[in-house]
């Protein structure tokens, strides 16, 4: 199947900096990619959708400017969490898709605020 | 709106002995759906999927599943389990009517395979 590169796979921070996560699509070009946050034991949450071009589309209750999402290339989206807390510590999940394919998901992002 | 249910939310089997893990959904237009298994602290895999075409798709690892128009079912199967299979399962729908490619996830079913 497709790949999707997800990096950093995990990530320290202090609390009041901002971290930038990437995701890439190595062998398709995906005209969508979603962003989801996963709390321990439980399911994937979407955060947002992003669209190659154009602003994202944030699912109720997300922050817009804290989670700035860039997609700037059909193969790159980034999801940067601005000054971040540590109740922002979590898995972060990115997948893309292109019209006719399933999603593929990256490997996964365990942000750790202290 | 779309919704996934897993109703189960740990499933212990042996080894060998065949498994099943239920999904049902809910969607307005043609349902696309998805079996996604996750190992710890990793992304989700693709098993398989069902557009459109015969009810019973096979995918990786010799699983499968079966959709049931009429339950709106889509319950993941094996034959003979392995330990190896032990992980995270979460069914997805996505609408396939609709211009948004959105997928809904389910809460997740831990399989526990016993040697």
């Known amino acids: 199947g497709a790949v999707v590169s997800q990096h950093p796979s995990r990530v320290i921070c202090k609390s009041g900096t901002s971290v930038k996560i990437e995701c890439r699509s190595l062998?398709?070009?995906?005209?969508?990619m979603f962003w989801y946050r996963q709390f321990p034991k439980q399911s994937l949450m979407l955060m947002a959708t992003?669209?190659?071009?154009?602003?994202?589309?944030?699912e109720q209750g997300v922050e817009k400017d804290k989670f700035l999402i860039n997609h700037a290339s059909l193969t790159l989206s980034t999801l940067t969490v601005t000054s971040a807390h540590p109740e922002d510590s979590s898995f972060y999940i990115c997948?893309?898709?292109?019209?006719?394919?399933?999603?593929?998901f990256g490997q996964g992002t365990r942000l750790t605020v202290v | 709106a779309q919704s996934v249910a897993q109703p189960e939310d740990q499933v212990n089997v042996a080894e060998g002995n065949p498994l099943t893990v239920k999904c049902t959904y809910s969607?307005?237009?043609?349902?696309?759906l998805f079996w996604y298994v996750q190992y710890p602290n990793r992304g989700l895999q693709f098993l398989l999927k069902?557009?459109?075409?015969?009810?019973l798709v096979k995918g990786s690892y010799g699983f499968e599943a079966e959709f049931n128009k009429s339950q709106t079912s889509f319950h993941l199967k094996k034959p003979s389990a392995l330990v190896s299979d032990s992980a995270l399962y979460f069914c997805?729908?996505?609408?396939?009517?609709?211009?948004?490619?959105?997928?809904?996830f389910g809460t997740g079913t831990r399989l526990k395979v016993l040697a």
């Open positions: 997948s893309a898709s292109d019209r006719n394919t399933e999603a593929f």
């Open positions: 062998d398709f070009q995906a005209t969508t």
């Open positions: 992003s669209n190659e071009g154009s602003k994202a589309t944030y």
């Open positions: 969607v307005s237009g043609n349902p696309y």
């Open positions: 069902y557009i459109t075409g015969d009810n």
């Open positions: 997805a729908v996505r609408d396939g009517n609709s211009g948004t490619y959105k997928y809904i």
